[in-house]
């Protein structure tokens, strides 16, 4: 696999403080990656630097380009897209009009159609609910719709960040199938920022710990999910 995003020597922060410091990291195009860590370790915060979102030092190369000179708006053109934690749905807005949104940089109307209909296959539940306000539907549905509505980009790279965070076992499953079965056949490479270490490294190919904004440790998933410090701190046994 090639390189899709190349992180070198990042470091990025609010204000005049740093929170991630010299992170170097290699996203290989049509794998998932998860990001792990705890809380404040600078998960959240590497998202937002690979979107321009906070300040950033070093490199960032997306598909030969650089995108440390870019507007968050430049990035999000060149195929990165990003559901934040807290899911983020335009609340006023009916289902199916913040699917719509999603698509706001594409010219092709048929196949913006086309593509609301294969996010309708994907989150059936969302087809059913297509009509209704979003901030009516339910944790788990205002998920499925966060990322139905990235989707919409067609993105190389999606960034998901904690997209299990108050939901049911039933419904993060759900999600998290959906999510195994939208890289297999769309082919979307996916960094994903995950608490749930066990399901995140079941589900990545390739595994980055980092703690107090530096990177302590990367490989396989799996590799890290037998790790003796990994287990202990965050899978519990």
Known sequence: MSTLLELTDLSAGY???DVI???????EEGSITTLLGSNGAGKTSTL???????????????EGK??????TED????GVAHVPDGRGTFTSMSAEENLRLGSYTRKDKRAVAEDQERMFHYFPRLKERRHQQAGTLSGGEQQ???IARALMLRPRLLLLDEPSFGLAPLIVKEIFGIMRTINETEKVTILLVEQNA?????????????????????GPAQQ??????????????
């Open 15 to 17: 204000g005049a403080s």
């Open 66 to 71: 650089r995108l440390d000179g870019l507007s």
């Open 224 to 237: 890290l999910k037998q790790d003796e410090a990994v287990r202990r701190a965050y899978l519990g046994y």
């Open 198 to 218: 066990a399901m995140a490294l079941d589900l990545a190919h390739q595994a980055y710990l980092i703690e107090t904004g530096r990177l302590a440790m990367s």
């Open 48 to 62: 937002r630097a690979i979107c321009k979102m906070i300040r950033t030092r070093g490199q960032m190369v997306f």
């Open 144 to 146: 499925m719709l966060a």
């Open 21 to 27: 410091h010299g992170l170097n990291m290699k996203i």
């Open 75 to 78: 990035i999000v053109r060149l």
